[in-house]
């Protein structure tokens, strides 16, 4: 029931179309006419009141069916304008780039009708209103009368209880005119029409009720109504769009201006241009270093020490009690003011790595402190031979380079990968050593002097192919004074001429191949770790080291040692302890190195003090990490740059919807009139702005593929890289998702404006 309480003036609701869009009221001031069609009764001929409103006057009450609406909230009056009101407009107000079957089914979209049911009835109304060859033209194909049609058949669809008409025939001829006012009446015969009109002819030719208006007043009611308050069940159903619909509309819009959406999107798509081709370059580069890394830094092994610095922010920059007012000295440890850890190489840690699993590790070499007791017969007699170079020549095998041995016993493959043969052949045997040269053939010419070999500016690879040394063992090399006192025995000849020594054979001269471009092994030279490991066994049980072990006395200097650290170091000097300086576990392959360094952290693990743990150095993730961060660091710059662009381009969209939302203004009223709430109005435009936002996502990264085409031809000339240019899937999708949300946060605050544009204002815009 729907009536008006407590008139105290005569203000009665003028414009009843454009207030019942607008929720508020007005009066009449022209000389006008309402024509009421349809059945008395029910309190339909009271609807006169229906806007709402008049509360917020002192003329009334609006009730409609027992409710009053003073307490409406404007999603209570747009579910009142969907699913009670239909409105037919002078002008028609129909959305252009919709179908006429789009313009009738958008109110009950609002409504939630499913799609089945929502296209029948669309039929159903477009057949009654004589449009049923028509369905598939837009509104700018049809005439004025079909126009008119289209908007009596939307404001039919939800089938509402009245139907508002302002004006319906104002725009058109007589005939035309006729035509829709019949069509008005028979629509009157099931449900309540008002129409407003200046024409008294047409108000007396088709109404059952004419209400006369002038300055704001009834002058005249040609059949009043009893007005009786009469509560009925009342129960508003809200609208709600969904955003595929908002999609709809919004797509269909796009497509009526596809040149200026195209250009747009083009130059909103420039940073994402400019961003994809920067991280395709970068993907391709760290792919390329990642390639040869792991080409280059497959055998690079795990380097386990028996010291290693750690670095630590402690370890720098501590400035704390410098230059200190005291009058004390501080003992320290430089070792661990410079965060030098002691790894204890115990027998338990060297079990478990020679226990770990085939599949990761391919060898384990083992670097001593160990000095080889070698000599050479020269043309000159018995030379004393190192294998080392320069001024710290001493311990033989202090820092140099062994070959491991593989742990499935094998001949390990390393040299033959990674070198050259120059002259001579690759070890046979562990007892074959080889020499290794630089790029240019360059060795340390100390190191040659101290092999015994005498030269001026060249020597011939035949001088040094071939050439015999021998090991001499701890019991012929030393000769025993006492107990704590030993020398090298002077009696060359008799050493060299030994038969419990082992004879070394230098088989060869090899080079770094130029497809390896980092060597594992430094210039000098290169023997088997299976031969030193004999040496060692065999010094074991050696005199010099069984008395060494039973007195505190250096028993080569007859200095007493200042401490237990010393007397270790002097044993392994001398073959006497297995215990090695170092160990370098080399991976099967680049992907088996996490194996190997997860296997040593397991160990780690078992360890609760510090002291205790193991720590690693892996000079390949070393080098990768610092790649790895350069190129990250170049690639976050440029990217920050690129991204300039995108900030431009969040202004430029927000402009373009508001330019949108002006051109759309009348669509926007027409939304709100079939009771569209400010949320969808919302949604509408941040779907429009969704569309341009994916499709410049896309364009974007359409170009920057194809850029890459080109891009790569010109590094694979300047640099013979090939296919360095190349775009992640992940990336194109993230860059899309990225477009479409600036895209979308740029138009925001335009469309929330829409959402705010009075209904009535909006469909006057033209």
Request: aromatic share 8%.
């Given at each position: 029931?729907?009536?008006?309480?407590?008139?105290?003036?005569?203000?009665?609701?003028?414009?009843?179309?454009?207030?019942?869009?607008?929720?508020?009221?007005?009066?009449?001031?022209?000389?006008?006419?309402?024509?009421?069609?349809?059945?008395?009764?029910?309190?339909?001929?009271?609807?006169?009141?229906?806007?709402?409103?008049?509360?917020?006057?002192?003329?009334?009450?609006?009730?409609?069916?027992?409710?009053?609406?003073?307490?409406?909230?404007?999603?209570?009056?747009?579910?009142?304008?969907?699913?009670?009101?239909?409105?037919?407009?002078?002008?028609?107000?129909?959305?252009?780039?919709?179908?006429?079957?789009?313009?009738?089914?958008?109110?009950?979209?609002?409504?939630?009708?499913?799609?089945?049911?929502?296209?029948?009835?669309?039929?159903?109304?477009?057949?009654?209103?004589?449009?049923?060859?028509?369905?598939?033209?837009?509104?700018?194909?049809?005439?004025?009368?079909?126009?008119?049609?289209?908007?009596?058949?939307?404001?039919?669809?939800?089938?509402?209880?009245?139907?508002?008409?302002?004006?319906?025939?104002?725009?058109?001829?007589?005939?035309?005119?006729?035509?829709?006012?019949?069509?008005?009446?028979?629509?009157?015969?099931?449900?309540?029409?008002?129409?407003?009109?200046?024409?008294?002819?047409?108000?007396?030719?088709?109404?059952?009720?004419?209400?006369?208006?002038?300055?704001?007043?009834?002058?005249?009611?040609?059949?009043?109504?009893?007005?009786?308050?009469?509560?009925?069940?009342?129960?508003?159903?809200?609208?709600?769009?969904?955003?595929?619909?908002?999609?709809?509309?919004?797509f269909n819009n796009i497509k009526t201006k596809l040149g200026r959406?195209?250009?747009?999107?083009?130059?909103?798509?420039?940073?994402?241009?400019?961003?994809?081709?920067?991280?395709?370059?970068?993907?391709?580069?760290?792919?390329?270093?990642?390639?040869?890394?792991?080409?280059?830094?497959?055998?690079?092994?795990?380097?386990?020490?028996?010291?290693?610095?750690?670095?630590?922010?402690?370890?720098?920059?501590?400035?704390?009690?410098?230059?200190?007012?005291?009058?004390?000295?501080?003992?320290?440890?430089?070792?661990?003011?410079?965060?030098?850890?002691?790894?204890?190489?115990?027998?338990?840690?060297?079990?478990?790595?020679?226990?770990?699993?085939?599949?990761?590790?391919?060898?384990?070499?083992?670097?001593?402190?160990?000095?080889?007791?070698?000599?050479?017969?020269?043309?000159?007699?018995?030379?004393?031979?190192?294998?080392?170079?320069g001024p710290s020549a001493g311990f033989g095998a202090s820092g140099?380079?062994?070959?491991?041995?593989?742990?499935?016993?094998?001949?390990?493959?390393?040299?033959?990968?990674?070198?050259?043969?120059?002259?001579?052949?690759?070890?046979?045997?562990?007892?074959?050593?080889?020499?290794?040269?630089?790029?240019?053939?360059?060795?340390?010419?100390?190191?040659?002097?101290?092999?015994?070999?005498?030269?001026?500016?060249?020597?011939?690879?035949?001088?040094?192919?071939?050439?015999?040394?021998?090991?001499i063992p701890n019991n012929v090399y030393y000769q025993k004074h006492?107990?704590?006192?030993?020398?090298?025995?002077?009696?060359?000849?008799?050493?060299?001429?030994?038969?419990?020594?082992?004879?070394?054979?230098?088989?060869?001269?090899?080079?770094?191949?130029?497809?390896?471009?980092?060597?594992?092994?430094?210039?000098?030279?290169?023997?088997?770790?299976?031969?030193?490991?004999?040496?060692?066994?065999?010094?074991?049980?050696?005199?010099?080291?069984?008395?060494?072990?039973?007195?505190?006395?250096?028993?080569?200097?007859?200095?007493?040692?200042?401490?237990?650290?010393?007397?270790?170091?002097?044993?392994?000097?001398?073959?006497?302890?297995?215990?090695?300086?170092?160990?370098?576990?080399?991976?099967?392959?680049?992907?088996?190195?996490?194996?190997?360094?997860?296997?040593?952290?397991?160990?780690?693990?078992?360890?609760?003090?510090?002291?205790?743990?193991?720590?690693?150095?892996?000079?390949?993730?070393?080098?990768?990490?610092?790649?790895?961060?350069?190129?990250?660091?170049?690639?976050?710059?440029?990217?920050?740059?690129?991204?300039?662009?995108?900030?431009?381009?969040?202004?430029?969209?927000?402009?373009?919807?508001?330019?949108?939302?002006?051109?759309?203004?009348?669509?926007?009223?027409?939304?709100?009139?079939?009771?569209?709430?400010?949320?969808?109005?919302?949604?509408?435009?941040?779907?429009?702005?969704?569309?341009?936002?994916?499709?410049?996502?896309?364009?974007?990264?359409?170009?920057?593929?194809?850029?890459?085409?080109?891009?790569?031809?010109?590094?694979?000339?300047?640099?013979?890289?090939?296919?360095?240019?190349?775009?992640?899937?992940?990336?194109?999708?993230?860059?899309?998702?990225?477009?479409?949300?600036?895209?979308?946060?740029?138009?925001?605050?335009?469309?929330?404006?829409?959402?705010?544009?009075?209904?009535?204002?909006?469909?006057?815009?033209?």
């Open positions: 029931m729907l009536t008006l309480k407590n008139i105290k003036k005569s203000y009665i609701v003028g414009e009843i179309v454009t207030d019942a869009l607008r929720g508020v009221s007005t009066s009449f001031r022209e000389k006008e006419f309402v024509a009421i069609l349809g059945k008395s009764g029910s309190g339909k001929t009271t609807a006169l009141n229906i806007i709402g409103g008049l509360d917020r006057y002192d003329s009334g009450d609006l009730i409609i069916k027992g409710r009053h609406t003073k307490d409406f909230l404007d999603k209570d009056w747009d579910a009142y304008r969907n699913n009670s009101i239909g409105f037919v407009f002078q002008s028609y107000n129909l959305i252009n780039h919709l179908t006429i079957v789009d313009n009738v089914e958008i109110g009950m979209t609002l409504s939630g009708v499913d799609a089945k049911e929502k296209r029948r009835r669309t039929l159903e109304v477009l057949t009654r209103v004589g449009l049923k060859d028509h369905l598939h033209k837009k509104p700018n194909q049809l005439s004025g009368g079909q126009q008119q049609r289209v908007a009596i058949a939307r404001a039919l669809a939800n089938d509402p209880e009245i139907l508002l008409c302002d004006e319906p025939t104002g725009a058109l001829d007589t005939e035309t005119s006729r035509q829709i006012m019949d069509l008005i009446k028979e629509i009157a015969s099931d449900r309540l029409v008002i129409m407003v009109t200046h024409n008294p002819e047409l108000a007396h030719t088709y109404a059952n009720r004419i209400l006369e208006f002038e300055d704001g007043l009834i002058v005249s009611d040609s059949n009043p109504y009893d007005v009786k308050d009469v509560r009925q069940d009342f129960n508003l159903k809200h609208t709600k769009m969904k955003f595929m619909t908002a999609l709809k509309i919004s959406t195209t250009l747009t999107s083009l130059a909103s798509s420039i940073g994402i241009i400019g961003i994809a081709i920067i991280l395709s370059l970068s993907t391709g580069f760290k792919a390329k270093i990642d390639e040869y890394q792991t080409e280059a830094l497959a055998e690079f092994p795990i380097i386990i020490s028996n010291q290693t610095v750690v670095f630590d922010e402690g370890n720098f920059g501590n400035t704390e009690g410098i230059y200190p007012n005291t009058d004390f000295v501080i003992p320290y440890n430089p070792l661990e003011e410079m965060g030098v850890h002691q790894n204890k190489l115990t027998d338990e840690f060297l079990d478990y790595i020679e226990n770990i699993d085939k599949a990761y590790a391919n060898a384990i070499g083992y670097t001593y402190t160990f000095n080889m007791n070698l000599l050479r017969q020269t043309t000159d007699g018995y030379h004393e031979v190192k294998f080392t170079g140099l380079n062994s070959i491991p041995v593989p742990l499935d016993g094998t001949s390990n493959p390393i040299l033959s990968k990674n070198y050259d043969i120059l002259a001579g052949s690759l070890p046979k045997e562990d007892t074959d050593i080889v020499i290794l040269v630089d790029s240019k053939n360059r060795v340390d010419q100390q190191l040659l002097l101290n092999l015994g070999f005498k030269f001026t500016d060249k020597l011939s690879f035949n001088d040094i192919v071939d050439t015999k040394i021998k090991w006492s107990t704590i006192s030993y020398s090298p025995n002077l009696d060359k000849e008799a050493v060299f001429n030994s038969e419990h020594n082992i004879e070394l054979n230098i088989s060869g001269i090899i080079r770094l191949k130029e497809s390896s471009s980092i060597s594992l092994f430094s210039q000098g030279v290169i023997y088997s770790d299976a031969i030193v490991r004999t040496m060692i066994e065999n010094s074991l049980t050696s005199d010099i080291v069984i008395d060494q072990l039973n007195t505190d006395v250096n028993v080569l200097t007859g200095s007493p040692f200042v401490n237990s650290a010393a007397k270790e170091a002097m044993l392994m000097t001398i073959g006497g302890s297995k215990k090695p300086t170092a160990l370098t576990v080399f991976p099967l392959d680049f992907t088996t190195k996490e194996n190997i360094i997860t296997y040593i952290d397991t160990y780690n693990d078992t360890k609760t003090d510090k002291a205790d743990k193991i720590v690693y150095t892996d000079l390949a993730e070393t080098i990768s990490s610092l790649t790895g961060s350069i190129m990250d660091g170049i690639t976050i710059v440029l990217v920050a740059f690129a991204s300039i662009s995108l900030v431009v381009s969040l202004i430029m969209i927000g402009i373009i919807t508001y330019t949108s939302v002006l051109e759309r203004t009348k669509e926007i009223g027409i939304l709100k009139a079939l009771g569209a709430r400010k949320k969808d109005i919302t949604r509408v435009f941040d779907a429009e702005t969704f569309i341009l936002g994916v499709f410049s996502g896309v364009l974007g990264i359409a170009i920057a593929y194809l850029l890459t085409i080109p891009i790569n031809i010109i590094l694979y000339n300047l640099t013979d890289l090939n296919g360095v240019a190349s775009l992640k899937i992940i990336h194109a999708i993230i860059l899309v998702a990225l477009s479409t949300g600036l895209t979308v946060l740029g138009g925001h605050i335009p469309a929330k404006m829409a959402a705010k544009k009075d209904a009535v204002t909006a469909l006057r815009s033209e």
